[in-house]
C-alpha cells in the first residue's frame, strides 16, 4: 500500500521519514518537520488507516512495514533515516530488522518492541460511539467525549481525526479497522529471534513516561546491538509535542 507522503526541505543529508503512533497523523510532526527541513528533506507518512492513507484491514507491524517499504520505493528516496513514534516505533524497528538497507539511522520515540496493556481501546470505543449527526460541531463533540476521555488534552489530539461537514461529520481515519486491529497494535512486533540491525540506534523517551524501561533495554539490545538511549528532558509521552525544543535537540545531535 502507498501512504500519504508529506515531504518538505531538501538537502545532501539521508532524507528522515517520520511515523506518528496510534490515532496520529503526519501533520502532528508539522512544527518539529519544518525545523528540521531546514537542513535535509523530511517526509512525514500517515501509516495505513490514519490521516488520508488507505484503508484495510489487518495492522501487522510486518504489513505496516512494508506499506512504508512500497513508499519510500515510490518516492525514490534510497536509504533513510527513520524515526517512529509510539505505534510508528514498531513499525520503524520493523522495517530496519527486514529491509536493513532502506534505514541508515533509526530513531525509536518512546516504544519499546514489547506488549502493552489495553489502555486505548476506551478511546477507539468512545469515538465509534459518537453520534456523528449533522450539526455536530468541535465543541459538542469534545463535550460527548469527556466522560469517557476525561483528559482534554487526549480528546483535542483525537478529534484531530475528526472532519467537520454537511451532510454529517466523519472520522477521517479507518477507526472501525483500527478498532478491530487493537490486539495486533497493542502485542510486541514478534521479531524472529536473529534478527538484527547493526546501523546508529536512538531510542528515545520522555522523562515522565514509563513506556520505556530498564527492563526493555536487554530486549532492544538484542535486535539493535547499537542502541543508544537517551531522555526527553521534561516530556511525557507525546515527547515530540509536549517538548519540541529538547526532541529536536536530541535528534539533531544523533542525525548529525
Known sequence: MRLKAVEMGTGEADTLVLLHGLFGQAQNFTSVQKVLAGSRKVVALDLRNHGN????????YPA????VAETLQALGTGPVALLGHSMGGKVAM?????????????????IAPVDYPPAFRPYAEAMLALELRSGLDRRQADAALAGAIPNAGVR????????????????????????????????APGFPPDARYEGPTLVLSGEHSDYVRPEHRPVFRAHFPAARFGTVKGAGHWLHAEKPDGFVAALTAFLG
Not at 53 to 60: I, K, L, N
Not at 64 to 67: I, N, S
Open 64 to 67: 505496516m512495514a512494508e506499506d
Open 156 to 187: 483535542g489530539f483525537l478529534l484531530q481525526n475528526l472532519r467537520f461537514g454537511e451532510p454529517a461529520p466523519s472520522w477521517r481515519n479507518g477507526l472501525a479497522e483500527i478498532a478491530a486491529a487493537m490486539p495486533e497494535i497493542e502485542a
Open 53 to 60: 492513507s488507505p484503508h484495510a484491514t489487518g495492522m501487522s
Open 94 to 110: 520493523t522495517l530496519a530488522l527486514a529491509r536493513p538497507a532502506l534505514v541508515s539511522r533509526l530513531v525509536v520515540a518512546d
